[in-house]
């Protein structure tokens, strides 16, 4: 009974692996089915892909070009668009013109009291140049113009462009308006004396050859600006007068010191005497006879040595002498560099008033001419420069004399040392 139940469930094992089996098989064929189903739908898919791409490429593509195009049209119709405004602004430039030339030339007709304009309303071109020619033909005309002597008289006159001269009987010259009046103004120029004689053949014989000024007048204004040292000097005003004060007291001093200072002796030769002979005692005798011949300087120092052994009598003789000429030599130096300290002050204190004046005036006659005003400043800064003029040199004179006091005091000094170690002894008693 045993065995039969094996041997029945050997049987039904066996019927089990062998269904198995059969359903593996046939699950193997439904998924390389499937498989092959999905890789047919897959390559149908890309092939689909690929010409869904090419197209929206090609439409893409389509879609520039379109753009690219109304970007042209557009571009076209803003230029014909700015072409037309351009056309209407010089439309418009030209009817102003003609426009203005017609009143050009009807003010031209009113002011000739001719016409130039024929019925038919054009206009003789032939007709206008004579008209033109005419008028810019110049011509003498009588004028009442001021002269010279600030006094109004008949010139005549004639006008070459901008340019215009006058002449009477007595004077010639470029005419332009007065500052302050209506009445035109006559400039002589002072560097041209044929001017008149040169007007004269003009106006006698038609030609001559005339000064021209490129500048319309402006040379001669410039040449009126220069002014002589003394004329400065009155601009300048009442503070100009201690400032040349100043100048005239710091030049003189500094003169009177120059002399004085380069007369004074050269200190080496004694110098070298002494210190070749100040390792042994002289004599007086011979002593004496190097210094009968010394400057008074020298010989104020050597008369101590002469009169005084060595001893602190002598040096302190020796030092009081020696600041007796120091203070003889720097004598009325300081007055200079007090010039030059005080003449910028007082060139500073006349432009404060200058300026304290000129803006007086402003207030009194208004700041509508410029000029005024600009040249009450000028004249006010005329002060300043003066006092810089005089406080430079004066400077540099004080250092030059200074410097030089210093340099023959120290000489001075080192000849006082040396004569206070000379050792002097009586005639005949002199070592060897």
């Known amino acids: 009974m045993i065995r039969l139940s094996c041997y029945l469930l050997i049987i039904f094992f066996s019927v089990t692996v062998i269904a198995a089996q059969d359903e593996s098989e046939e699950l193997q064929k439904r998924i390389a089915t499937s498989d092959t189903q999905l890789k047919e739908l897959q390559s149908h898919i890309d092939s689909e892909?690929?010409?869904l791409a090419r197209e929206l490429h090609e439409q893409l593509q389509r879609v520039k070009t379109l753009r690219n195009k109304a970007n042209n049209i557009r571009r076209l119709e803003d230029e014909q668009l700015l072409n037309i405004n351009k056309l209407k602004e010089r439309n418009q430039k030209w009817l102003a013109q003609k426009n203005y030339q017609?009143?050009?030339?009807?003010?031209?007709?009113?002011?000739?009291?001719?016409?130039?304009?024929?019925?038919?309303?054009?206009?003789?071109?032939?007709?206008?140049?004579?008209?033109?020619?005419?008028m810019l033909s110049p011509r003498f005309e009588t004028k009442q113009i001021i002269g010279s002597d600030n006094k109004l008289a008949n010139f005549e006159s004639i006008k070459f462009g901008p340019v215009e001269y006058a002449l009477n009987d007595k004077e010639a010259g470029l005419v332009s308006a007065h500052p302050n009046s209506d009445e035109a103004l006559l400039n002589p120029l002072r560097n041209h004396n044929g001017l008149y004689h040169n007007m004269l053949m003009l106006k006698g014989e038609g030609t001559s050859n005339i000064l021209f000024d490129p500048t319309l007048g402006n040379a001669d204004k410039l040449n009126k600006t220069q002014f002589s040292m003394m004329e400065y000097i009155e601009r300048g005003g009442t503070w100009a007068i201690p400032i040349i004060s100043f100048a005239l007291a710091a030049i003189v001093i500094g003169l009177i010191k120059a002399v004085q200072l380069f007369k004074l002796p050269n200190l080496k030769a004694l110098e070298q005497q002494v210190v070749a002979h100040a390792d042994n005692p002289l004599s007086k005798l011979k002593f004496k006879s190097w210094v009968e011949h010394l400057d008074p300087i020298q010989k104020s120092l050597t008369d101590i040595v002469i009169k005084n052994n060595v001893s602190q009598k002598r040096d302190d003789l020796l030092i009081a002498t020696l600041s007796k000429h120091k203070a003889s030599n720097e004598k009325y130096i300081g007055v200079i560099a007090t010039c030059a300290a005080v003449a910028p002050l007082l060139g500073l204190l006349g432009t404060v008033s200058g300026m304290i004046h000129t803006f007086m005036m402003m207030n009194v006659f208004g700041s509508g001419d410029a000029s005024v005003v600009s040249g009450g400043i000028s004249q006010a800064l005329i002060t300043t420069e003066l006092g810089l003029i005089v406080a430079i040199p004066s400077l540099v004179i004080s250092a030059l004399l200074t410097r030089k006091v210093k340099s023959f005091q120290s000489s001075l000094e080192s000849l006082a040392i040396q004569l206070s170690k000379v050792e002097l002894t009586q005639a005949g008693t002199q070592h060897d």
């Open 49 to 51: 892909h690929r010409a």
């Open 102 to 134: 017609l009143q050009l030339v009807s003010a031209f007709e009113q002011q000739t009291q001719s016409l130039v304009s024929k019925q038919s309303g054009g206009i003789d071109a032939t007709q206008v140049q004579k008209q033109f020619n005419r």
